[in-house]
């Protein structure tokens, strides 16, 4: 009698590398964050697919900060902010937690009416959320918080 | 009039803190899972022993807050390690949670995306701990 053979379930592959041995806590959790989001939610894989940009994310509060290297469906995440940078965003650990409660609306772009929107905005004009390559990069801005929003 | 920290009674006042928080109440609306917060031991600090505390959350209440073994609070949806004195610092408003996460210095077990999406109840879960007068083993 032939004998079947029994397949391990495999594991999808990883979207996210870490660049560092060890990655930094703050690095961990972003990576493991759009991990999830663009496993559980379509629209974000599309996102995640085409998005090729280097965005650094720099942590005030904590003086921490990550670089996130997005290639195209694969992510890889480094510890600290490295060279050549799309964009690059700095705020306090509160308002890093409230671009990823942005609600997304329609055609795509970031709700700024809403309570936790008009917090964002607000820090915006106050400088204490400060995005820099803004100008030239307001399309992969919005993708990038798409990909990170939770909502 | 002060509590000995993590201990029932320490539970029975957090969670009438909670209770009574209409911040919490709604920021919380929808939440449906367990979180258990470990205290690891630290002997030196009079700590001795891990602590576990399960808490029993749901849609803006918490329903039950017990202090028991680590592993039972191990067991939950989503559970927050971190030493006695890291608690301590939480609790005293010395470190501010969000931060503490970011830093490893909580470590957090659980669904990333959920936990942000509630990250306002955290804050105010961790302001309620802030209101509960505790008696600290190693401020003896």
């Not at chain 1, 961990?28 to 090729?52: C, H, Q, T, W, Y």
């Not at chain 2, 000995?4 to 539970?11: G, Q, V």
């Not at chain 2, 602590?51 to 949806?77: H, W, Y």
């Amino acid at each position: 009698m032939a004998r079947r053979k029994v397949k391990a379930p495999v594991e999808p592959p990883s979207l996210v590398d870490y660049a560092d041995p060890e990655p930094s806590a703050f690095a961990s959790m972003l990576g493991g964050l759009i991990e999830a989001n663009v496993r559980a939610r379509p629209e974000k894989e599309r996102d995640f697919e085409v998005l090729v940009a280097r965005v650094g994310i720099f942590v005030t509060d904590i003086h921490e900060g990550v670089t996130l290297d997005f290639k195209g469906g694969r992510l890889v995440v480094h510890n600290g902010l490295r060279q050549r940078r799309t964009l690059t965003i700095r705020a306090d650990a509160e308002t890093v937690m409230s671009l990823s409660n942005l609600k997304i609306g329609l055609l795509g772009l970031p709700v700024y009416y809403d309570s936790v929107g008009r917090g964002v905005a607000g820090k915006l004009l106050r400088g204490k959320l400060k995005i820099d390559g803004l100008l030239p990069n307001v399309i992969t801005l919005n993708m990038v918080t798409r990909i990170f929003s939770v909502q | 009039m002060a509590v000995k920290a993590f201990s029932s009674e320490w539970a029975k006042e957090f969670k009438d803190e909670v209770n009574r928080s209409s911040v919490y109440k709604t920021a919380a609306k929808g939440w449906k899972w367990t979180v258990g917060l470990v205290v690891e031991a630290e002997p030196d600090k009079h700590f001795p022993e891990a602590k576990g505390i399960v808490m029993d959350l749901f849609d803006g209440e918490a329903r039950n807050v017990t202090v028991g073994a680590a592993s039972d609070a191990q067991k939950c949806d989503f559970v927050i390690t971190a030493p006695y004195s890291r608690w301590k610092e939480v609790a005293t408003k010395q470190l501010d949670a969000t931060r503490g996460m970011l830093q490893g210095k909580l470590k957090l077990k659980g669904d990333l995306p959920t936990i942000v999406r509630y990250t306002k109840a955290s804050q105010e879960m961790t302001e309620c701990t802030t209101r509960v007068p505790v008696e600290w083993p190693d401020e003896k």
